[in-house]
């Protein structure tokens, strides 16, 4: 099993580009969730889908949008980038479904917005 | 929403020493509390979790222990050797279908040889 896995693992984007990070598991798991991660901040939760067919917002949604493709993937969109967005991302997912479950992370995908 | 405080940011300790990191929590409705362990560059990995019908939890040389009614838990580390220095992050959730985790905001652990 290659557990959770994100691409590209790294990407520089001008102000105004857009893209897609792709995170995709092969473990089952209903739910699944993008975090960003910046120095000193810890992880923050920008969007999760408790199961396939539901996408919701966490706590930092604003300049994102996401799809959740099937059960194995679930995408986040960046569609008008900004430096703010400048970040670290990780993809997780857990099971059966919701946070009180341990939650698996992706390697990563490091964002820099110029 | 739930906030999650943790203390210290950093931690410097020799090898052999005990740590220990504190975290708070402000909703009464969370029962789930893991830690995560993450080493420079790698992804967050959960390394221990407890729920609150217990108050304690051990696992070898790491325990976590909870205090409900004062809504703060804590993570134990035991004789540290230097391949415990990583950032070490605590969160809460409510043990329902769709509750999500809220983290803290991390503590760097040095573990000097």
């Known amino acids: 099993n290659a557990g959770v896995t994100q691409t590209p693992k790294f990407q520089v984007l001008k102000t105004g580009q857009s893209m897609t990070l792709q995170c995709a598991q092969d473990?089952?798991?209903?739910?699944m969730y993008w975090y960003r991660q910046d120095p000193g901040m810890g992880l923050r939760l920008i969007y999760y889908s408790a199961s396939e067919g539901t996408t919701d917002k966490g706590e930092v949604p604003n300049g994102y949008n996401v799809s959740r493709l099937n059960k194995r993937e679930f995408s986040l969109r960046l569609e008008s980038a900004a430096p703010s967005q400048t970040s670290v991302y990780f993809c997780a997912s857990s099971a059966p479904s919701g946070g009180a479950y341990e939650q698996y992370f992706g390697p990563g995908t490091r964002l820099t917005v110029t | 929403g739930e906030n999650v405080e943790q203390h210290p940011s950093t931690l410097s300790v020799q090898e052999g020493d005990s740590a220990v990191i504190k975290c708070t929590y402000s909703d009464s409705a969370s029962n789930y509390f893991p830690w995560y362990k993450q080493e420079l560059g790698k992804r967050p990995q959960l390394i221990i979790d407890?729920?609150?019908?217990?108050g304690e939890k051990k696992d070898q040389r790491i325990a976590v222990t909870l205090n409900k009614t004062a809504k703060h838990f804590s993570l134990h580390i035991t004789e540290t050797q230097p391949e415990d220095s990583a950032v070490y992050f605590c969160?809460?959730?409510?043990?329902?279908?769709?509750?999500?985790?809220?983290f803290g905001k991390g503590t760097m652990l040095l573990v000097s040889p």
């Open positions: 407890i729920r609150s019908n217990v």
């Open positions: 473990m089952n798991h209903n739910s």
């Open positions: 969160a809460a959730s409510m043990n329902s279908g769709y509750s999500t985790l809220t």
